[in-house]
């Protein structure tokens, strides 16, 4: 059973195109997130939501959006993709709440290549 | 804001011998979590292990193990016994009050057969 799952496992695609990545996760979590993980291994933050807050990392450029269809999905869309965006992009989802126990469970990763 | 600072971009063991990551990070909270995360080529992350800060008793999962200096906030993991299969990059997190994760730069483990 898969717990978070990303689509597709490759993306390759050219400069100034809009592209998605699809993620699910069926462990009934609250909170979804999505990383960038660079060239050099660095994993940084880019969007946390659940049902009531979206939070964004005020570095990601505006041409990134997540969006929500339903609790058990948040998608990455990317709007006229360049160079730098070139890198895995993890989806993580946790049970969210403060004061919750809580653990990330993340996907196997999106490997972006933009020509 | 906090941070997580892994001081070891590469660490190299040899296979049955004992490895210690070190992390450290930097927050004014009392209450969090800390994770250590590994990440093998085949890129997916799995925790290896988990500590609540409000816990004196260290966590322990089979062979890994941390020791968690919460003065020093200080947080690292001991592998005993390596095996080839635990060669990967091993992230340290952090998980604050406000459910905002933070990750280390990473080590990158060798084990040595």
């Known amino acids: 059973d898969t717990a978070v799952s990303q689509t597709p496992k490759y993306l390759v695609t050219q400069m100034g195109n809009d592209k998605s990545i699809k993620c699910e996760q069926n462990?009934?979590?609250?909170?979804m997130y999505w990383y960038k993980q660079d060239s050099k291994k660095f994993l940084k933050i880019m969007f946390s939501?659940?049902?009531?807050?979206?939070?964004i990392n005020e570095t990601v450029p505006n041409r990134f959006s997540p969006k929500s269809p339903d609790k058990a999905h948040l998608n990455l869309h990317i709007n006229s993709l360049e160079l730098g965006d070139s890198a895995v992009y993890f989806c993580?989802?946790?049970?969210?709440?403060?004061?919750?126990?809580?653990?990330?469970?993340f996907g196997p990763g999106t490997r972006l290549t933009v020509l | 804001a906090q941070t997580v600072t892994q001081s070891q971009p590469e660490m190299s063991v040899q296979e049955a011998e004992t490895v210690t990551l070190s992390c450290t990070y930097d927050t004014s909270e009392s209450d969090y979590y800390l994770f250590w995360y590994k990440q093998p080529p085949s890129r997916q992350m799995i925790l290896v292990i988990r500590q609540e800060a409000y816990k004196q008793q260290n966590a322990t999962e089979n062979r890994f193990s941390v020791n968690f200096q919460k003065a020093a906030k200080s947080f690292s993991l001991k592998i005993s016994d390596s095996q080839l299969g635990d060669a990967a990059m091993y992230f340290c997190?952090?998980?604050?009050?406000?459910?905002?994760?933070?990750f280390g730069t990473g080590t990158s483990l060798t084990v040595i057969p």
């Open positions: 939501y659940n049902n009531k807050e979206l939070i």
């Open positions: 462990l009934g979590h609250d909170t």
């Open positions: 993580a989802s946790s049970q969210g709440g403060a004061t919750v126990v809580d653990t990330q469970y």
């Open positions: 997190a952090y998980r604050s009050t406000g459910n905002q994760f933070y």
